[in-house]
């Protein structure tokens, strides 16, 4: 029926949703990237611990963010449960919770057996007494043996690639917003993650492991990783401008509200994309790692991306556009 | 089988709003927030001396398609094989999903807070959790056989209830007919709800 309509805004998930698809995408492409890092690339059990403790308090982090903002606490046992993706296939939230998880069950798991060796964690007060337990111990030496150890990571790794996706697919998921009912936002949040998780990671051996020259293939692994991500993300970006500013009535208000905005296009789009792509492409072109060379840029770069991933999502939570009759 | 839908003549709603008051006695919703699962809608169409009332009763559209089902991860919400589209309090978590999936605004949030308020403005408050709520096209009055109660209690007649699939039912007939129309059809969600626009008429 022909009607007039009004576009609004939403403001049920706003900013805190934002940190919570943040922390979520961010802290599960940690994990993931970590683990595949210590069974595929090089062996390395201090960055499998950094990244599966950096991802849990993330995700756990996000996780209870959003328990915070539940109307009935008690009901989200109902979602707890294992069979949920069972009887609800359909619900994204639903995998979402699944994935989260499991995958810090397992990741847990397939850290356990580094951080008893760990003559670090072995010396934190209260977690070195729970590392010596016997229970933990047992579980230690059962994880830590072959098979079992490469499958809690493969499973792990997977299901932090599943909660990066999910967290785009549960946007996708509302019809009414054009900005996210569309197989864009699965893609750009997913490329975002594993942006934001390489420039954390590339941040986290430049200050927390001393540059240790052992790493420095690595650092440079990542930050290539990161380049290609983020010349990735530019061009979705793109993507997304042409199909916001030539799509729907709730597809044009939407790209109004973010291509006139500067904390967008400065924000996200310069200082978090375009900034340290080239802060990056310097690096990688030039080699910049030699000898007596700052690594200032690098560390720029990836915090640079970090606040950029945060303000992509805050801004997509902020720019849907609901088209209602009235 | 039966497909419950709702037919709103916008041509006979004279703005009474006595279904909004109906329905939140009969569903007890929490007024005192001002929040209602129908509402009627009072607006001014036109531009400048050519500017006429028109009133649009709004509610959940029992969609066919329910994008609001689809993202409900606990379950909560289901459809009935008679097409009504229902909320199961005790499964629902109250994470708002429905709410951001929902093209028509037809969901609320009820808080703790309600719950506790709800006690005291109904004295016997049927819901006991919090969640999320909305217009349940009164299946509790319809497994009685009888109407919901907005359109029991419509004075314009402005909304009547039918069976989408018994050829003989008005509602059925007006649909099918495309002289009622439902809301937003290009989203695929195939609302329940079918309106009558108003005639064009000079002022
Ligand atoms: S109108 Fe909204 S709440 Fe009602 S069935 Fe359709 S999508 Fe669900
Ligand atoms: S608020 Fe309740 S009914 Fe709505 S999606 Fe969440 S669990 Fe389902």
Known sequence: MEVNVTYETQHLWTTWFAVYLYLGGLGAATMTITFLTDMYLKSHKTLAIWGALTGLIMVGGGSALLFIHLANHAAVVHVLNPLAIFFKPDAWIAWGTQFISWMMIASLLYVLPYMIESPIIANLPFISSVLKTRVVCGLGSMAGSGNIHKILGIFSATSGLGVAVYTGLLLQSFPAVALWNNPGVPILFTVSAFSTACALLILVMHIFMGRDEKDTLLRGLYERADLLLLATELLVVFLFYMYLTRGSISARVSAELLFHDLGWLLGFIGLGLVTPFLLELRSVLSLGHGQGQTHLPTVAAAVFVLIGGFLLRDYFMAAGIYVYPT | ?203
């Open chain 2, 1 to 203: 089988m039966t497909r419950y839908a709702m037919l709103i003549d916008l041509n006979t709603c004279v703005g009474c709003n006595a279904c909004m008051a109906a329905c939140a006695i009969e569903n007890q919703t929490p007024v005192w927030k001002n929040v209602w699962r129908t509402y009627v809608h009072d607006q001014e169409i036109g531009i400048g001396d050519d500017v006429r009332r028109r009133f649009f009763p709004r509610l959940c559209n029992h969609c066919e398609n329910p994008p609001c089902l689809t993202v409900c991860p606990t379950g909560a919400t289901y459809q009935r094989a008679d097409g009504l589209v229902l909320i199961d309090d005790n499964l629902c978590m109250g994470c708002g999903a429905c709410e951001m999936a929902c093209p028509y605004r037809a969901r609320y949030e009820l808080t703790y807070t309600d719950i506790r308020e709800g006690k005291v403005f109904y004295g016997n408050l049927r819901r006991t959790s919090p969640g999320y709520d909305k217009c349940n096209f009164c299946a509790q009055r319809i497994d009685a056989g009888r109407k919901p109660a907005c359109v029991e209690t419509c004075v314009g007649e402005a909304r009547l209830f039918g069976d989408l699939d018994d050829p003989q039912d008005y509602v059925a007939k007006m649909a099918a007919s495309g002289i009622a129309q439902p809301l937003m059809p290009q989203l695929g969600t195939r609302p329940h709800v079918y309106y009558i626009n108003e005639m064009k008429r000079d002022v």
